[in-house]
């Protein structure tokens, strides 16, 4: 009987489809699941603000002028990592809570976790510490059977014998798979 599930997510709506399965495994006696996702780690910007110029009309104290309005210029607003860094966690752990919110209203006990870094190192990593009794992942299969063996987040996990892992090749078609294809989501992995 598996009792703790990781569920490692990436962002896209191919990765979201293990959530009916997570829901079953819940249902059937597993005690708790946790959401993973892993980002990539932000850089500071490098810019420092130099205020915010609006465009207003041009007038003047005898009357309107030419008509014509100030170009805007663009704020350039200036962030620490660490800043980044807690944006982006924030960031990914609203879209977690997003996602197991289908879990959560079942009755569920569910978590959430974020890492920055390397995916495939990250779950694993993760997966041995937190003792889980099964992870559930979905695979892209994008490249052919090729890739899924050899360079794939998921296969990577498989091969590392941290946990047994449930595969599950979500169902795609025309614009969904055509979305995924060109998903790049802000700390998002590809599984």
Known sequence: M???VLVPLDGSSLSE???PVV??????GAEEATLFIVGEEPRA???RRTGLTRSLPITGLVGQLPRGVLAATPPAYAETKDQAVEREEHELLEYLDQAGRSLVEAGRSVRAAVHLGEPAQEIIEFAGKGQFDLIVMATHGRSGLRETLQGSV???VVRSGVAPVLVIRPKVGGDEERAVRGHVSA?????
């Open 2 to 4: 598996f009792k703790r």
């Open 17 to 19: 489809q293990v959530l």
């Open 23 to 28: 829901r079953e495994l819940l249902e059937g």
């Open 45 to 47: 910007t490098l810019q």
């Open 154 to 156: 998921t296969a990577q």
């Open 187 to 191: 700390g998002a992995s590809s599984t």
